[in-house]
């Protein structure tokens, strides 16, 4: 089946050391979004890729970074994770509005624990 | 983006009709809504979405007033697995989907 995949499932890593999360998608979608989402909270966008174009919400920190070397992969990179960074990290994707894309599907998430 | 406010939270019997009423006061004309369900450690899942009237599908109908400013999604005879959050979301339709979450409602069904 088509889907959204994110690797790992669960990531631990310490303070300061840099961290890289994976998503790939079978779906061929132009869109590609990171969520961030703490404990019993909303999901918050941290910024997506329209194709390969980068978009960052002005709220993201710098210490998070993306890339996309393909219409398939996306990553994200934590360069140096601190404590309150701890959370659920969601990796989604839709085809632009244009194609009727109003629905986003999204992984089933890394949840990250910075110790 | 228009904001939108939804009620905290919510307690159902299993097998009544769940109505979660949304308002987004600010939406844009070209805006559409779309609501997700949450399971805990689950990422969203896409329910609905329309721009005006009623829409129907096969787990939930959503109901937009013709001010659009406020929508219900509606969930028919729900289960003990209905059990989650629900977010309401406006979608702006300028070529991509940038959305922001509100608070969802976390929705209880009791037995």
């Known amino acids: 089946d088509a889907m959204v995949i994110q690797n790992p499932r669960y990531q631990v890593t310490q303070f300061g050391k840099p961290v890289t999360l994976s998503c790939s998608q079978t779906?061929?979608?132009?869109?590609m979004y990171w969520y961030q989402q703490k404990s019993s909270q909303a999901p918050k966008l941290l910024f997506h890729?329209?194709?390969?174009?980068?978009?960052n919400e002005a709220d993201t920190p710098d210490n998070f970074q993306s890339r996309r070397p393909n219409t398939s992969f996306c990553f994200l990179d934590i360069r140096s994770p601190g404590l309150g960074d701890a959370a659920m990290y969601l990796c989604?994707?839709?085809?632009?509005?244009?194609?009727?894309?109003?629905?986003?599907?999204f992984g089933p998430g890394t949840r990250l624990t910075v110790t | 983006l228009a904001k939108t406010t939804q009620p905290i939270s919510m307690d159902s019997y299993e097998g009544q009709e769940v109505n979660i009423t949304c308002s987004h006061n600010?939406?844009?004309?070209?805006?559409?809504i779309t609501w997700y369900q949450q399971f805990p450690s689950q990422g969203p899942r896409f329910i609905i979405q329309?721009?005006?009237t009623k829409v129907t599908n096969e787990v939930a109908s959503l109901f937009i007033p013709a001010d659009r400013k406020s929508s219900t999604l509606s969930l028919p005879r729900v289960s003990l697995s209905d059990t989650a959050v629900y977010y309401c979301?406006?979608?702006?339709?300028?070529?991509?989907?940038?959305?922001?979450f509100g608070t969802g409602t976390k929705l209880q069904v009791i037995p």
């Open positions: 600010n939406i844009a004309t070209n805006d559409y």
């Open positions: 989604a994707t839709s085809r632009d509005l244009a194609t009727g894309g109003y629905e986003q599907y």
């Open positions: 890729y329209y194709d390969k174009d980068f978009n």
């Open positions: 979301l406006v979608v702006d339709s300028g070529g991509y989907q940038k959305v922001t």
């Open positions: 779906l061929n979608h132009n869109v």
């Open positions: 329309g721009y005006k």
